[in-house]
């Protein structure tokens, strides 16, 4: 359960006491907020419990408190805490028959207790309870696998119905119920034969919220019903229907998406071993993107051999004929195309280079990419970077590559990485596709990344644009021709500041470096003694230096 004003009150550590509203306090509370202002409801979205002082209020104002206090219920503050001790030794009684007027909980907080320890106590309780939904979707999911396993999409839907506490039903083609839990929901689930044909009509994956009727013992309390459409396809197969009395909390959500999952699994009739495959592996590259390596080698089983345990490689490509299209508003799941070509062709090459030295390699797509996982120094790695070498030597050198170059790739190589760090590996791939895009090459490793010069990372028009306007005032300034200040700050900050050395490089005199570095930081309106001002200037000169 999310935390409640009573819970809060009930926290030992917290000493609350409530001065108003004590039959409210059992709602749900999203957020403690601390305001000052007169007006916080612009800054609120409901459900928080508001903490105040009262340091702006005229708290002893009986009508400035009505008024107050009426505008947090409308907003939907869920609570108001004041702090004794701090502006007034007592709640003023303005504020306190205001909240009984609305039945606004108001909460005394003692002046030991800070409003720090209040919010932290919040957010561990929500942090807990979505904790235990997590915990109890998971524990669903292996449920609802064990019964479609033992029992096929009936024992799924049974399994279902049981945690969402309601019913659940399985729909053909036509929109036909061919399996429903419990035994009562066949007929419910046929008066929603319609909706579903209109689900249907729709591009997959579709989902909607209709009303449903009543259970058999009270037909006048209507129930909440979701319907999603199952199949791998632009035109779905069959749906599902999932009947609650309210909306699903976040276990029974996992448990929903982990049936979709299945009953797509067990209805797909065509290139279903191959849809299969590509869920389990999306699945496991989660898994272990999101810090859970058991639980993607128990997903995986033998599937991949010591893949998710020997030293791996994460690799991102991203083919630019897709980029192009993206940025031009075309949908990104158009059948065909080179885009698609380019993907497929590199995905080609790595699973042909694993299958002959029999190695296991996990590729995934993402979107308009592909993720790879394939064992360092193995054969699919060294095929993927022969595969950019070949792109690369094809296309000229003096042109780069672009967004609209349809028939080439950008590629991302993390560092070697285990199961422990595949998030970190993954968002290296980022990076390192991230510069490969921006340098104009097909190919780029993190591990060389490091090895190299941050120098060409300025190599981007944002950059060059700030650097030519930090430096556009000592260009005009040298453009009149009383002095060379632009070349003095390149002498003196290669030289670290030291005066003689810098001013021999120049050739003149060291006070007149001085003199030339003063009117710089005048010129700029900002201190050479600042590191951070010497690091930015160095950085706009490399970046506009001639090639």
Same mark, same amino acid.
């Given at each position: ?118 919010s932290k106590a919040v957010s561990a309780a929500i942090a807990a309870d979505q904790y ?132 797509t699994l067990t209805t797909e009739r065509s290139r279903s071993l191959h849809e299969a ?64 070509? #380019? !993907?497929? $062709?590199?995905?080609? &090459?790595? /699973?042909?280079? *694993?299958?002959?030295?029999? %190695?296991?390699?996990? =590729? ?25 070498? #070949? !792109?690369? $030597?094809?296309?000229? &050198?003096? /042109?780069?590559? *672009?967004?609209?170059?349809? %028939?080439?790739?950008? =590629? ?34 993190? /591990?060389?990344? *490091? ?97």
């Open positions: 359960m999310p935390p409640t004003l009573a819970s809060l009150v009930h926290h030992s550590a917290l000493k609350l006491a409530v001065r108003a509203g004590e039959d409210r306090l059992d709602v749900p509370v999203r957020w403690a907020h601390v305001s000052e202002l007169a007006d916080p409801v612009p800054y609120m979205e409901g459900g928080e419990l508001l903490l105040i002082t009262a340091l702006k209020l005229d708290a002893e104002d009986p009508e400035a408190m009505r008024r107050y206090v009426k505008r947090l219920v409308e907003a939907g503050v869920v609570g108001l805490g004041f702090a004794v001790g701090v502006n007034y030794d007592d709640i003023p009684r303005a504020l306190v028959e205001a909240a009984r007027e609305e039945g606004l909980p108001l909460l005394e907080v003692p002046r030991r207790t800070p409003f720090l320890a209040i235990r939904a997590v915990t109890a979707g998971f524990a669903a999911q292996r449920e609802l696998t064990r019964r479609t396993l033992t029992d096929g999409p009936e024992g799924l839907l049974a399994a279902l119905a049981a945690q969402v506490d309601g019913w659940a039903a399985l729909y053909d083609a036509s929109g036909a119920v061919v399996a429903s839990a419990p035994e009562w929901a066949g007929r419910r689930a046929a008066r929603l034969t319609a909706d579903v044909q209109r689900l249907r009509e729709r591009p997959a994956p579709a989902s909607s919220v209709v009303a449903g009727a009543g259970s058999p013992d009270h037909p006048e309390n209507a129930d909440r019903v979701e319907l999603h459409t199952l199949g791998t396809s632009r035109r779905p197969r069959s749906a599902l229907a999932v009947g609650t009395a309210a909306a699903p909390g976040t276990a029974e959500r996992y448990a929903v998406h982990s049936a979709i999952a299945l009953l495959a590509l869920r389990i592996d999306a699945a496991v590259l989660r898994m272990l993107l999101a810090g859970e390596p058991d639980h993607a080698r128990t997903v995986a089983g033998d599937l991949y051999g010591g893949l998710l345990d020997a030293p791996f490689r994460i690799v991102v490509a991203e083919s630019a004929a897709a980029r192009a299209r993206t940025s031009t508003g075309a949908r990104a799941d158009d059948p065909g195309g080179v885009a698609g070509d #380019a !993907l497929a $062709a590199l995905t080609e &090459a790595v /699973e042909s280079a *694993a299958a002959h030295a029999g %190695e296991a390699v996990l =590729v995934v797509p993402e979107g308009e990419r592909l993720v790879m996982l394939a064992t360092d120094g193995g054969a699919a790695v060294a095929a993927c970077a022969e595969y950019a070498s #070949a !792109l690369e $030597a094809a296309r000229p &050198a003096s /042109e780069p590559l *672009a967004g609209g170059d349809e %028939e080439s790739l950008v =590629v991302g190589l993390s560092a070697p990485s285990g199961p422990i760090a595949a998030s970190a590996a993954y968002t290296q791939a980022e990076q390192a596709l991230s510069v490969a895009r921006r340098r104009g090459r097909v190919c780029v490793e993190h /591990e060389h990344l *490091a090895a190299g010069s941050v120098l060409p990372l300025l190599a981007d028009d944002a950059v060059r644009a700030f650097a030519d306007g930090l430096l556009r005032a000592l260009r005009d300034h040298d453009a009149t021709g009383r002095g060379d200040l632009v070349a003095s700050l390149r002498a003196w900050l290669s030289r670290h500041g030291q005066w003689d050395a810098a001013a021999a490089d120049l050739g003149v005199h060291r006070h007149t470096l001085r003199y030339r570095m003063r009117r710089v930081e005048e010129i700029l309106g900002r201190s050479l003694d600042d590191p951070d001002v010497r690091m930015e200037l160095w950085l706009a000169l490399k970046a506009t230096a001639p090639e």
